[in-house]
């Protein structure tokens, strides 16, 4: 993953990071920021040691704070990274799908996210980490949500079923888009530890679940 420039100076700008890290080679940047969500989705916030960060990192303790405040914009700058990619990626995924059906655009997405997801083990577990163990950590961003993006989508293809009598239309839209996020949220998480069901079990579950509910 390339940290992106633009969100670099907006960080500095902000003083969620120092300039020294904007300074740094982007191989170094990208180290860091690989380590310590590496380390924050294995140990959580709490767990995690500046020392163990550096060590692993390469760097001395001098260093990272001349880098970061405190550990706690450590997290903050991982997140919005992370953040920014997540909105690049569920971006692209729309520009490619070409899915008219609501059903079949949830089941594009599902796979996406779940079966074909460009996310790898260590970005699954600090994903896990933010959306679901946050609440225990010792430090928290008010009102962030990584997982807005993916419901932010999935309300467009309610929206759209709904227009389309693909979906029943007499119940609220947002509430059903927020339920459709909220299984599908969950089939992602329990995928990401490893509770795996086969393929073809989570998709027929899926379809089946949403749209003999739903369906108009």
């Known amino acids: ?27 170094k940047r990208e180290r860091v920021y690989q380590t310590a969500i590496r380390l924050f989705g294995e140990y959580g916030y709490d767990g995690l040691a500046v020392n163990q960060l550096c060590r692993e990192a390469g760097i001395s303790k001098g260093s990272f704070f001349q880098y970061f405040p405190s550990k706690a914009h450590l997290l903050e700058f991982c997140i919005l990274i992370f ?22 655009r949830l089941l594009y997405f599902y796979r996406a996210l779940v079966t074909n997801s460009r996310l790898h083990a260590t970005e699954q577990k600090f994903f896990l980490f933010i959306n679901h163990a946050m609440d225990h950590a010792g430090v928290s961003l008010e009102d962030f949500d990584l997982e807005r993006h993916f419901h932010e989508y999935i309300a467009e293809i309610v929206r759209r079923g ?11 839209v947002e509430f059903t888009g927020y339920l459709v996020s909220v299984i599908i949220g ?31």
């Open 83 to 104: 953040d920014d990619y997540l909105s690049h990626w569920v971006n692209e995924l729309r520009q490619q799908e070409k899915a008219v059906l609501a059903r079949d």
């Open 186 to 216: 969950g089939m992602m998480s329990r995928e990401y530890r490893g509770q795996r069901y086969t393929r073809t079990e989570m998709e027929e579950y899926l379809i089946s679940f949403l749209f003999d509910g739903i369906k108009a």
């Open 162 to 172: 709904v227009e389309t009598r693909e979906i029943r239309g007499d119940y609220e």
């Open 1 to 27: 993953m390339k940290i992106d420039e633009n969100t670099i100076a907006d960080l500095v700008k902000r003083s969620i990071i120092n300039d020294t890290f904007r300074r740094l080679p982007l191989d």
